[in-house]
Every structure is written in C-alpha cells, then in structure tokens.
Nanobody, 115 residues
C-alpha cells in the first residue's frame, strides 16, 4: 500500500531554514510526480510545490525563490528546502501523490515560524 511519511518540521525563527523530507513506499516512486501542500491554522490546505518525474518543478507564487523541491529516486524521497521562512509559512506540511487516480497524503509535519 502507498505510504508517505513526512519529517523535518519544527519551530524555527523568522529568516531561518528547514528541510522537509517525505519517504515514499508502496509504488514505483520514480514514475510519479510528487507535491507538497500546506495547511495554515484555520485555513484550507493549499498547493506549495510540485516535481515531475523528469525533475521539472513548479511553485506557488508566495514561495518562489525561497523554497526548492527535489527528489532522490534512489531513496524514494522527496524534499522541500525552505529558506527565509516567515510567520506566514507556519502550517502543517503534507506530501502528496496521485497513484492510480487516487490521492495519497502523508500524516503531515508541523512547521512553526516564530521568534
């Protein structure tokens, strides 16, 4: 079965950096695009970044130039490098893939940006 397990969240000061990881299993990781979403407190879950099977990336406007999505197919892992964090980046971050027309999500990892 498909499993996505996020890690790397935590409490970080404004201007700091974090790298999130998502370990995937249960499917041929290299054959599927991967995405990161986030859900701020009291708001809906929203798209953050996507990486295709060939490494093409896309981002929501608010993180362009600050966040970088990458993948390591040998480790079945997708990453989200987050730099210059600010309070508006506080959210639960989720890893996502669509496998056989079904959406799969991890359990999420909390990122809190606060001084």
């Amino acid at each position: 079965q498909v499993q996505l397990v996020e890690s790397g969240g935590g409490l970080i000061q404004p201007g700091g950096s974090l790298r999130l990881s998502c370990a995937a299993s249960g499917f041929t990781f290299s054959s599927y695009a991967m995405k990161w979403y986030r859900q701020p407190p009291g708001k809906e879950r929203a798209f953050v970044a996507r990486i295709s099977t060939t490494g093409t990336t896309s981002y929501t406007d608010s993180v362009k130039g600050r966040f970088t999505i990458s993948r390591d197919n040998a480790k079945n892992t997708v990453y989200l490098q987050m730099n210059t964090l600010n309070a508006e980046d506080t959210a639960v971050y989720y890893c996502n893939t669509i496998y056989r027309n079904s959406n799969y999500w991890g359990q999420g990892t909390q990122v809190t940006v606060s001084s």
